[in-house]
């Protein structure tokens, strides 16, 4: 496909979304994220106060901060994710290309995602909330068996689209992670991984806006296939599914917080898909196709709030209530 396509109906000829389209908005939003983003080290922040030798006995040792199941999921996933880093590269690379400002950023956001999974991973050792024998081995296959992107066409819109929904993703995931820890270390190094990921975000949101303004049909058929087929990179992890009903139990990342936290601000909101114009028959196809989508899983995450609001009231009644006499232990 060429970058210019003039119509048999002589009207102004179609561009299309090539590297070459979109490297000049990269450079500047590269430009931006380097003005925005801050320095910081993963040394400074982690308790080294709280390190000792591990011994043979250490099953045996309370660690130094406990963690609920859906914590302990999310905690596992989002650092086996971050782990993965060297696949994830080398899959946006062969989309992004190396000689470019796509290429230039890629490398950057490799550098500054780096940090992620050495805080985590030195704050989990320190603290010793996780098992650290299970998460080795578990980070020992997950790097082994890669990231299986070849299974499915990436055209270089679909991976900016893809990236812009999964950086907020993750975003969210590690701040609500945050929120549920009973640790002011872990908040802070969970709050300063979600301000680097929001950073990342804003960059694939932003250069796919600039997509769209070059040709929205285009965009908004990318949109429908990877909103329609989202996933996140750490689904291929050993045991996943367990690891996500209990991050969703928790209420960090489910049905609902992927409607109101990404779908309507990210998609809805930011990319105004509702109002998007000068679409084609195929575009208009496409945004119909996504918008249905949208308000079905809109209907799923009320359906659950309600559900979660409910259980709430009655764990409420049931703490107001004093127990019965018969059931009090003296």
């Known amino acids: ?45 982690v308790p080294w106060e709280l390190g000792r ?43 992004f290309g190396a000689d470019s400002a796509l ?52 055209s270089l819109i679909d991976g900016v689209v893809y990236l812009a ?33 929001n950073l990342h975000y804003l960059f694939y949101r932003d250069l796919a806006s600039a997509a769209l303004a070059v040709n929205p049909s285009e965009v908004i058929q990318a949109i429908d296939r990877q909103v329609s ?14 690891h996500a009903a209990s991050i969703a139990s928790a209420g960090i990342y489910d049905f609902a917080v992927h409607y109101e936290q990404i779908l309507v601000p990210l998609v809805l909101r930011s990319w105004a898909i509702e109002s998007l114009g000068d679409l084609d028959a195929d575009g208009e196809a496409a945004r119909s196709h996504v918008l249905t989508r949208i308000a079905r899983t809109g209907r799923v995450a009320d359906r659950l709030r309600a559900a979660q609001q409910a259980q709430q009231e009655q764990r409420d009644s049931s703490a107001a209530c004093p127990a019965p006499a018969q059931f009090l232990v003296s």
């Open 103 to 154: 290429g230039e950023w890629n490398r950057r956001w490799a550098a500054e995602e780096q940090r992620h999974s050495t805080v985590m991973r030195d704050w989990i050792c320190l603290t010793r909330c996780l098992d650290l024998v299970a998460l080795e081995r578990a980070r020992m296959r997950q790097v082994s068996v890669g990231f299986a992107s070849e299974s499915r066409s990436v």
């Open 1 to 45: 496909m060429t970058e210019a396509t003039v119509p048999s109906d002589g009207q102004a000829p179609t561009r299309w979304i090539t590297r070459e389209v979109l490297d000049e908005a990269a450079g500047v939003l590269l430009e931006a994220h380097l003005a925005r983003s801050k320095e910081w080290f993963p040394h400074q922040l």
């Open 53 to 95: 030798r591990f011994t043979d006995d250490d099953d045996g040792r309370v660690p130094e901060v406990t963690l609920e199941d859906g914590v302990a999921s999310a905690l596992w996933v989002n650092l086996l994710t971050e782990d993965n880093l060297p696949h994830y590269f080398q899959a946006i690379t062969a989309t």
């Open 229 to 242: 087929s989202f996933e996140m990179p750490g689904a291929g992890i050993e045991g996943f599914a367990g």
């Open 165 to 197: 929904l999964q950086e907020l993703a993750t975003r969210v995931s590690h701040r609500n992670t945050g929120r549920l820890l009973a640790d002011s270390t872990g908040v802070a190094i969970m709050n300063r991984v979600a301000s680097d990921e």
